[in-house]
């Protein structure tokens, strides 16, 4: 995992919990270098659950709820980094269908990384889309995080469900977000 999702959790947590709580977690982790991440590095993806979970007990939150408030966190985040990308698309589902692109090319180019695996999207109707793809690590609260935030940038209201599907020995995460209303 990409040493930016160690240091985007870091600076939510520091933000909303107090840099001496964060000093306590990271003196109990085997994690970074005393808790410095370099963005472009790689770091176990256990690392970033164990830091998630100390977090997690320190402020009396379920990792669950945790981890999707630093994907709503960390999509604040990407439209800061790489505002033109979002520029242009009128809508959420509009969005979503230029995701793989986004990750694959400008992601990528930014922070490589080859366990990237792509994004399958499909406009099911005007209200409903689905967004897919191939997991190894259990991030489907980050995604579902990530989703809030997009809700929220784009003023639409979503329901989203995930599912868990094994096809051809590969798990496969598919996420239905349903669209009912604007935000006001």
């Avoid at 770091?43 to 939150?61: G, W």
């Avoid at 520029?87 to 793989?100: K, P, R, V």
């Avoid at 997991?135 to 579902?144: E, G, K, M, Q, V």
């Amino acid at each position: 995992m990409k040493g930016i999702f160690f240091t985007e959790f870091l600076e939510m947590a520091e933000r909303e919990y107090g840099s001496h709580t964060i000093e306590k977690i990271i003196s109990f982790l085997d994690a970074g270098d005393y808790g410095v991440f370099n963005v472009n590095m790689d770091y176990p993806y256990t690392q970033f659950h164990n830091l998630v979970k100390r977090l997690a007990d320190e402020v009396r939150i379920s990792p669950s709820d945790l981890t999707k408030l630093f994907g709503e966190h960390l999509f604040s985040r990407f439209i800061i980094l790489y505002r033109p990308h979002f520029a242009g698309n009128s809508d959420i589902f509009e969005f979503l269908e230029q995701i793989d692109y986004f990750i694959h090319v400008k992601l990528q180019s930014d922070f490589p990384h080859q366990g990237i695996t792509g994004f399958k999207t499909e406009r099911i109707n005007q209200n409903t889309f689905t967004v897919s793809y191939q997991s190894t690590h259990d991030l489907i609260d980050l995604a579902i995080g990530l989703f809030m935030g997009c809700q929220k940038f784009f003023n639409e209201d979503l329901t989203v469900n995930a599912e868990i599907k094994t096809e051809f020995d590969k798990e496969w995460v598919y996420f239905t977000l349903n669209k009912s209303k604007v935000l006001v």
